[in-house]
């Protein structure tokens, strides 16, 4: 049986706070223990706020190409300006809406800025490397209590000709991000040629299930999934550009 648990997390995370003290003392606090095998899903807010990725936006300078797209696309000049830092490409300006593609290779809105869940004129920015950000918070948790545990790091995007938004791994450590299905046979005898599921994007939907947004609950322990140990990146998930039929 996979269960759900919530670790809430009360106190605001401020850059340079160690973020394996502040799980571990809040799994306790909500008895909620974290054991070996478990995967551990952080959402990227907290790990972005500890990693010092907040921008005041009284100190960004925007230049006259944010200008002018603010002015047509009805955003703070100074958001598109951070849009535009953390963007290798704009894919498309629409309808007050901006899609990007980041530095990290992530096709989402805004470049992943947000500024929901944080104080005064501030922006959060994504973790410059979730992967890393992931590796670094699962070797600190061994070294502390002992235990071999999986990290996913989500963001909330939306999706391609659907409404609404889903949680999403932008980072992982300790499991393969994609599981195949290629080479092996359906229930009719069928040789599967395409079947590839995103692992760690369903775990990262499943947490959102007891996170929310207004929770307080930036950190979910999935337990009893059976899942393949790796140190892949979650570059792998991320379709190559001549790959995709929608670019």
């Not at 003290?21 to 606090?29: C, D, H, N, R």
């Not at 953390?86 to 805004?110: D, Q, W």
């Not at 395409?194 to 990262?204: F, N, Q, S």
């Amino acid at each position: 049986m996979i269960q759900l648990i919530p670790v809430r997390i009360s106190a605001d995370v401020r850059p340079r706070d160690e973020l394996d003290v502040l799980i571990l003392e809040a799994a306790k606090q909500n008895q909620a223990e974290i054991c070996d095998g478990d995967v551990l899903v952080v959402a990227q807010k907290i790990v972005s706020k500890a990693e010092g990725r907040v921008v005041d936006l009284a100190g960004v300078k925007p230049s006259r190409k944010a200008i002018r797209m603010a002015k047509e696309h009805g955003k703070d000049p100074r958001v598109m300006e951070l849009i535009l830092q953390e963007s290798v490409e704009i894919l498309r300006a629409k309808n007050g809406i901006i899609v990007s593609e980041t530095r990290h290779g992530f096709v989402c809105a805004n470049a992943g800025i947000d500024q929901s869940n944080v104080q005064g004129n501030l922006a959060v920015l994504l973790p410059a490397d979730p992967d890393r950000s992931a590796s670094k918070l699962r070797d600190a948790i061994k070294r502390k209590i002992g235990w071999d545990v999986a990290v996913v790091i989500t963001d909330t995007f939306g999706r391609t000709f659907r409404e609404g938004q889903t949680n999403v791994a932008i980072g992982a450590a300790g499991i393969k991000p994609i599981k195949s299905y290629i080479g092996s046979r359906d229930m009719y005898g069928r040789k599967l040629k395409v079947t590839e599921i995103a692992i760690v994007d369903e775990i990262a939907s499943a947490a959102e299930l007891v996170m929310g947004k207004a929770k307080g609950v930036p950190v979910v322990i999935v337990r009893g999934l059976e899942f393949e140990k790796s140190k892949s990146s979650i570059k792998a998930l991320i379709r190559p550009k001549e790959n995709d039929l929608f670019r």
